[in-house]
Structures are given as C-alpha cells and as structure tokens.
C-alpha cells in the first residue's frame, strides 16, 4: 500500500482486540489506536485493506475519544477526519470491522490437516489484518487480546497479561511494552504443546510445536538457550519480554516476530537441524526488531546482520573453521546471484519488497560485516556493534546511522569502503597469473570487473622450501606481487582464511 509520509502523526499504542471461530474465516476487531500529533492535521491515514466482497476488511465505525469522525476507506487506506488534531495533541482512535483476511493473519491448516491462524506480516502485510501504519518507521506498543475456540493455544508478541475461559471460548492477552514495527506484531492460534527451558539470562524461554510433533519439535528447538546467550553477551541484554519459539504455518523459513519467533513448520524433522535457523531469527531479536532499519532500502541492517551473527555464533560454539565452511557457502550465494542480478546492497530501485528477501541482503550484507570486522579489527568491530546497538534500541535506524558508529569505534574514516561495498553492485573478479620480468617471477593480480575495487589479500606461496604468507593492497586494474628472490612458487591459495569476498576469474 501507498503510505502517506509527512503527515504530521505518529502511532503510539495499538490495541487490537480479536475474536475467530470455527464457523468461518471471518476475523471481528475492535481497534485503538493511540496517535501523538506533532502539527495541525486535518487527516490521519491509516492502512487498512478494503474489502472486495469476499476478502478484506469492512469497518463500521471510527470514533475519537469516543466521538464518531468521518472516514472513508478504499485502496488499503483507511482516511479519518480527526475533530482535534493540534500540535501536541493525543487521541485515541477507535475502529470497528470485520472481515476475511486475504493474507497477513493466515488462516488455513498445518501438516496434520489441523485448523490454524498464524500472523505472517513481513514486509507490509500487517495492514491486511489490522489498521496500522504499516511501515517499519512508525514503531509502536501494541496490546493483542484474542478471543478463540479453547482448543487453541494462543501465542503473541509481548509478555502474557490474563487469560480467562468461558463457553468453550479463551480470551488471552498480551502487552509489548517495546515499541515494534508492524511487521513483527503477531498472534497466533493453533493446537500446540509447550516445554519451558531453563532461563537464558534472565529471559524465560520456551517452546511451542505441534502436539505430532512433540518429540520431534522439543528435540529440534532445545538448542535456543545458546544463540540467546551469546548474543546477549556479544551485543547487549535481550530487548524483550520473553523468548517464544513456535512452529507454524509462515510462509518463510523463519519469521523473527518479536520475542515470539515462528518457524515453518517444514524445517521441524527431529534431525537437530535447525540451529543455523534459530541463530539466526533469534539474532533478529536485536537486529530488525530492537533496531529497526528506517526504511526498505536498508533492509541489509536486518536481514545481513542476522546472516553474520549466525556465522559468529558458529564461530564462537564450534570454531572458526566451521565459521570459514558458512562464509564459503554465503560468497558461492552472492557470486551466483551477481550473474543474474546487477543491483547494490542499498537497493532504491527495487518495487516489489519481497524482491529485496536475496543474497544481497543477507549474505552479501555478512560479509561486509565480515570484511569489516577484519578491516578494524575484532574489538573495535564489537564496541562499534555494541555502540550503534545501543544507540537505536527500540528505535530506527539507516545505513548512514551504522557507518557513524563504525567510523567513532575504529577511530577511520569507511566512507570508501561502506560506498563500493553497498552502493555498487558487484565484486572483484581476480585472474592471477604467474608472469615473468627479467630473471624475477611475480604473480599479476588482474581485476576484470569494469571498475576496480580496493582491496585487501592474502595469498599463500608454496616455495620448495616452504609455505610464505603475502598481503596483498590494491584498487588497481593490475596489481603485481613479487615473489621472494631466488625461489619459485610452485602453487599459491588465495585467502586462505577466507577475509574477502571476491571471484576467481574463469574463461569458460
């Protein structure tokens, strides 16, 4: 949907009240939505889908503090005529509609044939359920009060407040005391069972799956305590209330709701392999979640940096090797991926958001990070983590906030190196080749892309008397790297600690 930047609103608070049942797929809600106006206004604008007869949402009623104002509702916008809307001023707006939800609050089945209702926001998709800003820049409380069949257990965003039962219903409650963006607001509904794990630092955590996979589930997820605890450590204290991991019907692999992560239900195998996945939607808990990026372009401040902190927990639990065997598998991703996709990390061209869901976001955006990392070194690359963490918990982001930070912890100016790594596409694509000048030999180091990059290599000589590691600068079409007088190299390994993303050139 359009959104209507530059009016002078900001949402607070959502309480969004809602009852299903099993007759139908219809949803009823009652919804307030707290609003601070920071100018004169003479419309707030809402996004809420329309309902074409079949699908969407039909509203019958928009009151401000508690008065009836007019309202119109078409294309996904719902338009309100406030009464008062001052600087300085704050109301509550109350809505009222009903519907059948054509996507975000998903409603269908799982595996097992079992009726299910499971929120699938991301990207913009929340505004198909509930009226919101739906746009990761208006970051808001919200409060869900569900009302459902008690054959279902109820999950959400947000710590669990009451739950109360009556004529075969259950109404449960939870409050987020953290502002989120709307593409991490959800509820969800299903036939579940639930195992407590031990507390990781304070958070309670615990487990949600399918009662047929029960064994299966609580074996596969069990391995959540870990991720939290080194995040929590590398970057700072978790930012939620609770840590809740569920499977569902999402369509992705994993969806990072705030502290109430939904996995699909397809990656639950009892063969312990979720880990990777787990990591990585926990990491979103502080990265996308806590700090949110501004807008979609810098949707690699979420998506890249929960790649590469799942490569540092990997690193941290089993070693570095094994964090090298991830990093070879994410740049064999970005390189396939830059064959057929010429667009740079910081993609302001792209229409279609669930186009930006690619290996410029999440592995070409690790291993910037990566390469980063080795550029500053490892303490100053946490302390800059740590800063910019910090700094937009709870709050948004851009790039150019990320740099900022970068630039104070390692006392550098990156300006060079965040611009050809995140404003051009592409990568150095190296042919290296022994050549011979006089009676010395020497490797060439030719980049054939059309525009150099500034690099930083290491290679490893194989002599007849032994190995010699080279470092190699260069921001030259041809870079020449002497060989040591009086040997000859037999064969060399380019970085052979895998520091830098980069192609060997190939004619075929």
């Known amino acids: 949907p359009s959104i209507l930047f530059g009016q002078a609103t900001d949402v607070t608070h959502y309480e969004v009240h809602l009852q299903v049942s099993d007759s139908n797929n219809v949803i009823h809600v ?50 309100i005529r406030p009464s008062q809307a001052s600087k300085g001023k704050q109301s509550t707006f109350e809505i009222f509609f009903k519907g059948v939800p054509k996507d975000g609050l998903v409603i269908g089945q799982n595996k097992f044939g079992d009726r299910t209702f499971f929120g699938d926001n991301w990207p913009n998709r929340a505004h198909l359920w509930f009226a919101c800003v739906d746009h990761p820049s208006d970051k808001a409380t919200v409060r869900f009060e569900v009302k459902a069949p008690s054959q279902y257990t109820c999950v959400a965003v947000g710590q669990l407040e009451k739950q109360e039962s009556a004529e075969g219903y259950t109404t449960t409650t939870y409050f987020s005391q953290h502002p989120l963006p709307t593409k991490v607001m959800v509820i969800g509904l299903a036939k579940l069972v639930s195992e407590k794990l031990e507390i990781a630092d304070g958070v309670p955590v615990e487990n949600f799956v399918y009662p047929q996979d029960r064994q299966a589930g609580f074996h596969d997820m069990k391995v959540a305590v870990q991720p939290l605890e080194f995040f929590s450590n590398y970057i700072s204290a978790y930012p939620f209330e609770k840590l809740y991991n569920v499977e569902s019907t999402t369509r992705f692999g994993g969806m990072e709701n705030a502290g109430c992560i939904f996995y699909d239900e397809g990656a639950v195998k009892g063969e312990g392999t979720m880990e990777n996945l787990i990591a990585h939607e926990i990491a979103h808990q502080w990265f996308g979640n806590s700090a949110s990026e501004s807008d979609w372009p810098h949707i690699w401040l979420s998506e890249g940096f929960a790649t590469y902190f799942t490569s540092l927990y990997l690193e941290h639990t089993y070693g570095k090797k094994r964090m090298q065997e991830q990093l070879k598998l994410d740049r064999a991703r970005v390189l396939l991926f830059a064959q057929k996709v010429k667009t740079p990390v910081l993609d302001t061209i792209s229409n279609d958001l669930m186009n930006l869901l690619n290996p410029n976001s999440y592995q070409k ?35 150019a906030d990320f740099i900022t930070c970068m630039n104070e912890a390692s006392g550098q100016d990156l300006t060079s190196f965040f611009d050809q790594w995140l404003k051009r596409s592409g990568h150095p694509i190296f042919k290296i080749e022994k050549v011979k000048k006089g009676k010395y030999e020497m490797l060439r180091i030719l980049q054939m892309q059309e525009i150099p990059f500034e690099f930083q290599l290491e290679i490893d000589m194989d002599y007849p008397s032994g190995k010699e590691r080279v470092f190699v600068e260069g921001n030259q079409r041809e870079t020449i790297v002497p060989i040591t007088i009086g040997q000859k190299v037999t064969t060399w390994e380019v970085d052979p600690d895998v520091k830098l993303l980069f192609e060997l050139y190939s004619q075929e």
């Open 30 to 79: 009652q919804e307030l939505i707290t609003v601070q106006f920071s100018g004169e206004s003479n419309q707030l604008v809402l996004n809420l889908d329309d309902s074409d007869g079949e699908t969407g949402m039909f509203v019958t009623s928009v009151k401000q503090d508690g008065q009836s104002v007019p309202y119109k509702h078409k294309a996904e916008q719902l338009m």
């Open 365 to 399: 955006g690790s291993w910037i990070l990566h390469m980063l990392r080795t550029k500053i070194g490892d303490d100053n690359f946490q302390r800059g983590i740590q800063t910019y963490y910090l700094k937009f918990a709870y709050k948004n982001a851009s790039t």
